[in-house]
């Protein structure tokens, strides 16, 4: 009887790639049972790894402080409660500005989850070591430093044209091309071009005034950018690959790579490759308004909120969760920045490990609603009529030169109820904040963009 599938899986196989191969060997060299069981040995598959039978335990450090919020955070616990299933987790928290951000057993917005040995690609999804920079300009006219950011940075789709490209670093390169992740000359070519660019989303520039020292202080936020993204993809690949063999139970958003392998430990490296892609990413923008304005820096300070920080064994996933803990950041240059929204102060906070934060604070104010339930919740009121009274006595500016109500300060959580949980829980201590002058962001990218005007011309 000829050798098939089935046969495979009554001697315990889980249906593989290599099934194909295995049996047309098998068959064609006419095997009998034990040279089967001889031949069958190289293709032995790991045991399964079950779901964890009940959520490990996590920090809940938010409440509902009005009826708005009450949907939010029952979504938000909802959703840790299934994803703290995934078997690799050994405990995580929910942050102040936590919100949902797909189905349930998705990691929210907010969350930290703690795995052991293992890499999630879904827990810092595409947007990998999204962060913030701080530089201080000392007593210099805030206008000034805002209209000189507004001639250099760069917001929207895609890289910077040819000409106005800012260099990434040959360092940085040769370092890419000696990973496994990053040898990709498309994913290089696509790093230098987005060097200087800040993408869209809630990403921005921001200026405004040290209430401790009157000092002026730009502060940027964004991630990695398109690089980061692709790593991602990547990650995810590989991810779902160990999943199918060792947990296929475990939700696709949820896969791991297993650290003590290969591709975990090259995945690692890529990581922190991204994260230096992005952290200079960053400075070739403050310098090059310090440049612009002829000047030298009184201070800068760096941290991600969107990353993987390892301390042993231990993966800390913070999906938009700052670090206090130094041991998460090795090249620690100062306190931590918590952005609010464009009408509120940037924290400027300080922190220790404790049981409640597991050494991370929230990293804004999040949503209580998504982009378009928010623009519905406008819908009475013109653009302008909704612009002019929630920025009343600010800078702000739209790089794309299109409003983006869903960036507006109306679309976040209360600022004050954040701030008041962050003191409620112990999460973090405010030293310092920066008070809002103005503010760049991408705006509606959506609106008149050049490849819907390029659509219109072909119909024309």
Known sequence: MEFNGNHLIELGYRPAKWFKDAISYINENNLDEHQIAEYLVQFKQPDIIPLH?????????IRAEHESENDNVEKVIKTMKVLMKTPTLVGGALMPDACPTGPEGHIPVGGVVVAQNAIHPGFHSADICCSVMLTDFGKTNPKKVLDAAHAITHFGYGGRPRGEQMPMSQELMDAFRENEFLNDEKLISIARSHMGTQGDGNHFLFVGISKNTGNTMMVTHHGSRAPGAALYDKGMKVANRFRQEISPETLKENAWIPYDTEEGKSYWEALQLIRQWTKENHTSLHDAVLNKLEMEKENR???????VFKDGDLFYHAKGATPLDDKFM???????????NMAEPVLIVQGKTNERNLGFAPHGAGRNFSRSQHKRSLAHKTTEEIFNEETEGLDIRFYSNEVDISELPSAYKSANNVRAQIEEYGLC?????VMPYGCI????????????????FRKA
């Open 53 to 61: 039978e009940t959520a490990k335990d996590f920090m809940i450090n």
């Open 429 to 433: 201590e405010v030293l310092d904040e």
């Open 441 to 456: 962001m991408a705006g509606d990218v959506e609106k008149n963009a050049p490849w819907k005007r390029k659509k219109k």
């Open 301 to 307: 300070y760096w941290n991600e909120h969107n990353f």
């Open 330 to 340: 090795p090249d620690i240059t100062g306190p931590r920045l918590i952005p609010l």
